[in-house]
């Protein structure tokens, strides 16, 4: 019996213990100085419950350079990926639409004109890594307080279009005082293109004769944003 015992531990899967290690280590630092593909790793247990999935995260990761760029890359690419499934979508999807609803909920808690950066990191987290343009409209209340989070169009990889009339009279459906304009450009720079002034300041213009305050046009890239506001450019 004891002979028989020692050989199926002698054959247990090693990424058995691996797991266990990876989750005591996970519990006692809630994941502080784990690598990203360790993170991922744990992520995927939820879609893999049995198996090594160590090879599958540093696959992702190599292919998509990030976390973030993964929790928004297309559907086809991830599952080209060898050994990635429909449960691994659903997971890394299901991840994504946590995260964007979280920071959701941060930036409408409060003023939005006192905790910007909260804007900042759910465009970031939304819409940096999007494959073609979006515009999101948050529409505002007198308090500044978003009363309405979204998205009004999307385009091609390099052009979105924005309708001045649709934007005011959403608005005035709404009853905001006040709204922000974002778009993402998909090449990751964001600097502001000549359309995309010269539509933020027919917008304003629609707007303000209405007493609707445009506060901004933010543009995000990878890693980086415009604020048309700061650059003086409405």
């Known amino acids: ?43 995927l247990f939820l879609a893999i419950p049995r198996g090594d999935t160590k090879p599958i995260a540093k696959s992702l990761l190599q292919k998509f ?21 429909l449960g691994v979508l659903h997971v890394i999807q299901l991840m994504q639409a946590f995260m964007a609803k979280v920071l959701q909920q941060e930036m409408m808690s409060k003023p939005i004109l006192a905790s910007y950066q909260s804007v900042l990191d759910y465009c970031h987290a939304t819409m940096a890594y999007d494959q073609r343009e979006t515009v999101r409209l948050l529409f505002l209340d007198r308090k500044n307080q978003v009363i309405a989070d979204e998205v009004q ?3 091609t990889v390099d052009h979105t279009p924005l309708y001045p009339r649709e934007v005011v009279k959403r608005a005035l459906d709404l009853g905001a005082s006040a709204l922000i304009i974002i778009h993402n450009h998909p090449s990751g720079d964001p600097t502001p293109s000549r359309g995309d002034i010269e539509t933020t300041l027919k917008v304003q213009q629609a707007a303000s004769s209405l007493g609707i305050e445009i506060h901004d046009h933010l543009i995000i890239g990878k890693g980086r944003h415009s604020s048309l506001k700061s650059m003086g450019l409405m």
Do not use: C, N, W
């Open 65 to 85: 350079g990030s976390l973030a760029a993964l929790l928004k890359a297309e559907q086809g690419l991830i599952l080209e990926t060898p050994g990635v499934g």
């Open 1 to 43: 019996m004891v002979m028989k015992s020692s050989r199926s531990q002698a054959h247990k899967p090693s990424h058995l213990g691996h797991r266990a290690r990876l989750r005591e280590r996970f519990s006692q630092a809630q994941g502080i100085g784990l690598a990203d593909y360790e993170l991922l790793e744990l992520l």
């Open 153 to 155: 169009q999307t385009g």
